[in-house]
């Protein structure tokens, strides 16, 4: 499949313990952040979201929380499964028609 | 629900040869977005499309063009190709980016990869 990033941070983590995805944002003015997924050879799957007045937000195994002060967003992942691997990315909008991306994490779940 | 679909799926130029890259937006999504994704510079914004207008655009040369038709469908076209062209290139749509202070999400199709010989 395509090489997403060569040089990306990349977080390994035991299957079943939680894992813990970080990004700082570059916009103290952004408004809505959004995490997304991308696995070899697809595009980006939206994950969750979240509005600047929120602090946290929970799916289904997901949690994002939001810390504007320090312009901090962290995407957690509950009992990690192999199919979680992928590359992880959030993405900013400061209310513009662009979204800026952060440059990805990449996700190893270990056996 | 259809979701984003890209078209064609891989492609492969050679140097000085244009091309043209097609995104056809989940139903009822009037904003397409294209983005060029390579490993040295991750994901970087070319234009935003909503009812055949482009509204905002990234640092790209002009040889990057691109133009959406009254079906919300879009095109890009790159002319005068370079091997640094080599990239995915993704297309996302939203209902709208932004419209009465509230920020829409986008979804992203499966991209397009160009290689340039």
Redesign the interface.
């Given at each position: 499949g395509e090489s997403v990033g060569l040089h990306l941070p990349t977080l390994s983590v035991q299957e079943g313990d939680n894992s813990i995805i970080n990004c700082a944002y570059s916009n103290s003015a952004s408004d809505y952040f959004i995490w997304y997924k991308q696995e070899s050879g697809k595009g980006p799957q939206f994950i969750i979201d979240i509005r600047s007045n929120m602090d946290k937000r929970q799916g289904q195994r997901v949690t994002v929380l939001l810390n504007k002060t320090v312009k901090h967003l962290s995407l957690q992942i509950a009992a990690t499964q192999p199919g979680d691997s992928a590359v992880y990315f959030c993405a900013e909008n400061t209310g513009t028609y662009k979204y800026i991306f952060g440059t990805g994490t990449r996700l190893k779940v270990l056996a | 629900k259809a979701g984003?679909t890209?078209t064609p799926r891989y492609l492969i130029k050679t140097r000085g040869q244009q091309v043209t890259l097609s995104c056809s937006p989940i139903s009822g999504h009037r904003?397409v977005?294209w983005?060029q994704?390579t490993?040295?510079q991750?994901?970087q914004?070319l234009f935003?499309y909503?009812s055949e207008t482009q509204?905002?655009k990234?640092n790209f040369p002009g040889r990057f063009s691109g133009r959406q038709f009254s079906n919300s469908r879009s095109e890009m076209n790159v002319s005068t190709l370079e091997l640094g062209d080599s990239a995915?290139y993704?297309c996302a749509s939203s209902l709208e980016?932004?419209a009465g202070?509230l920020?829409y999400?986008?979804?992203?199709?499966?991209?397009t990869?160009l290689t340039v010989l």
């Open positions: - | 984003v890209q904003s977005s983005y994704q490993p040295g991750g994901l914004f935003e909503f509204r905002n990234g995915l993704l980016v932004v202070g920020i999400e986008q979804f992203f199709g499966p991209g990869r």
